[in-house]
């Protein structure tokens, strides 16, 4: 079993519907989890942080978090193409490094 | 405040070379840690330093190696490059906890460099 799972897609949405990310991780000492988005070419940006159970919105963003399912999701809501890149998860493990997804290809078709 | 910066941004090097990349951390981020990443590929770790010192390796060829200076500026070099070493170098800088710390560190990339094999 991978420590994180994502599925690789791609995932299309069509323009200004809600994206919705899921990711689920191994490690259950991860207490902070990440989400990165990479375009083509460019290094990954962060976009959201969470920490604690349930949701954090960030404008258009929502990260969900349950820690007893081991899962972490994004919500992308209003998709414009803009969108359109690769998301990667993120939690950090008990050695305080990032434990990376192979990523989601998200593609916002207009 | 300004981001994390990589030089050189490309860099084609031949089969058997060398190459020293550089990244200069956000101002009072103590810890780098750098990436390789190919077509298609996931991010791989290759190690992490804070205060000068290498925290954590990861599943890399002795070839690749790295160090801290004391303004926590990093480089990492590559000696007797090989064809596969073709990739894009990140580095990541955050602030990094101590053992009685909080982990709410967010790490942020430079733009990397893309080393081309050849």
């Known amino acids: 079993q991978k420590e994180v799972e994502q599925n690789s897609g791609p995932l299309s949405v069509p323009e200004g519907a809600i994206a919705s990310l899921n990711c689920t991780y191994s490690?259950?000492?991860?207490?902070?989890f990440f989400w990165y988005r990479q375009y083509s070419g460019k290094s990954p940006e962060l976009i959201m942080s969470i920490y604690s159970n349930g949701d954090k919105e960030d404008g258009r963003f929502t990260a969900q978090l349950n820690k007893a399912s081991q899962y972490v999701s994004l919500l992308i809501r209003d998709s414009q193409p803009s969108d359109s890149a690769t998301y990667l998860c993120a939690p950090k493990g008990s050695n305080y490094q990032l434990i990376w997804g192979a990523g989601t290809k998200l593609i916002i078709k207009p | 405040k300004a981001g994390v910066t990589q030089t050189p941004r490309y860099l084609i090097k031949t089969r058997g070379q060398q190459v020293t990349l550089s990244c200069s951390p956000i101002?009072?981020?103590?810890?780098v840690s750098w990436y390789q990443q190919t077509p298609g590929q996931g991010l791989q770790f290759l190690f992490e330093y804070f205060s000068e010192t290498q925290r954590n390796k990861g599943n890399f060829p002795g070839r690749f190696s790295g160090r801290q200076f004391s303004n926590s500026r990093s480089e990492m070099n590559v000696s007797t490059l090989e064809l596969g070493d073709s990739a894009l170098y990140l580095c990541?800088?955050?602030?990094?906890?101590?053992?009685?710390?909080?982990?709410?560190?967010?790490?942020?990339f430079g733009q990397g460099t893309r080393l081309t094999v050849v």
């Open positions: 990541a800088s955050s602030l990094r906890q101590g053992a009685t710390g909080g982990e709410r560190t967010e790490a942020f």
């Open positions: 490690d259950r000492v991860s207490q902070s």
């Open positions: 101002s009072g981020h103590r810890s």
